[in-house]
């Protein structure tokens, strides 16, 4: 991270939040990018951290995914 604090009774410094795709997160928020909506990025101590969003089961046979939508 570019501005490291350091925390008090800590001797080493840390990152207070996260730059990604020019944006600036605050440490442990969560949040989507436009690039990849079907993944959900959380800001952690400098660096961040995507993985794909999980889709509850389903009960049909045929299913189709909507345009612009991460789950069936």
């Not at 001797?11 to 020019?22: F, G, L, W």
């Not at 605050?26 to 989507?32: E, Y």
Request: include cysteine; charged fraction near 15%; hydrophobic fraction near 10%.
């Amino acid at each position: 991270c570019l501005h490291p604090s350091r925390v008090t009774g800590s001797c080493c410094e840390e990152c207070d939040s996260c730059t990604y795709n020019h944006r600036i997160y605050s440490n442990g928020q969560r949040f989507t990018t436009p690039d990849q909506p079907c993944h959900i990025c959380t800001c952690l101590l400098g660096s961040v951290q995507c993985e794909r969003r999980t889709c509850p089961p389903l009960t049909c046979t045929n299913s189709s995914t909507p345009p612009g939508e991460c789950c069936p």
